[in-house]
């Protein structure tokens, strides 16, 4: 498929916020964690607080900070990985024009490889929920940070939230990544592709 004036064969898709739409789940986990504990809502510092934290050091956070009697970092963290595995298997749905946009590609004869932090354990009940793990030829779980300097690397330009995080999170773990490509914004990518898929999906019926 050509694209941009290059010849595209194999397009790796992130998975959560892009195919599928997970973005808030971990403030309805937070909020049921919190209410469970008594509280009204959740903390207004807690975002910040844990945001550059891994998991270990934001359970260990969290129960020093805001946990009740018989909390340890070891029950909170099966406790936020049982909420998060509800939502993969049972709530998480995908993201508008997602499931077109991958039969575009298909169609095309795109080779697709599907990249996610998360375990096998979380997104596999989602794929197969969804009905899209068909599409995908490969999947890649966890790789480690150094590993991704071989893959094309596409990042939002500063300033950005978005690019804030990431080289905060990325100065957190002592390394640098380099983006083969800065764009202002995301949206403006997928609004493209979301216009030729939606082409592509009505030429396409019509002919059939």
């Known amino acids: 498929m050509n694209l941009f004036g290059k010849e595209i064969t194999l397009a790796i898709l992130d998975m959560d916020g892009t195919l599928i739409d997970s973005t808030g789940i971990w403030a309805e986990i937070d909020n049921e964690f919190f209410k469970k504990r008594g509280y009204d809502s959740v903390p207004k510092e807690y975002a910040q607080e844990i945001v550059h934290m891994g998991l270990e050091k934001g359970a260990i956070m969290t129960v020093e900070k805001y946990g009740v009697d018989g909390d340890t970092p070891e029950s909170v963290k099966k406790e936020w990985r049982d909420a998060s595995l509800f939502q993969y298997t049972h709530k998480i749905q995908l993201k508008h024009f997602a499931r077109e946009f991958l ?7 795109v080779i697709l490889a599907l990249a996610t932090a ?3 354990e979380l ?11 068909k599409y995908f030829d490969l999947t890649k779980g966890k790789i480690s940070l150094e590993e991704l300097n071989n893959y094309p690397l596409l990042f939002q330009k500063m300033p950005s939230n978005a690019r804030a995080y990431l080289n905060n999170y990325l100065k957190s773990n002592n390394t640098n990544l380099k983006p083969q490509l800065e764009v202002v914004s995301y949206n403006l990518i997928m609004d493209f592709f979301i216009k030729i898929t939606i082409h592509w999906t009505i030429t396409t019926k019509i002919l059939i």
């Open 103 to 109: 039969q575009f590609l298909k169609y095309n004869k």
């Open 118 to 120: 998360n375990d096998a």
């Open 123 to 133: 997104y596999e009940p989602c794929l197969a929920r969804l009905d899209i793990g």
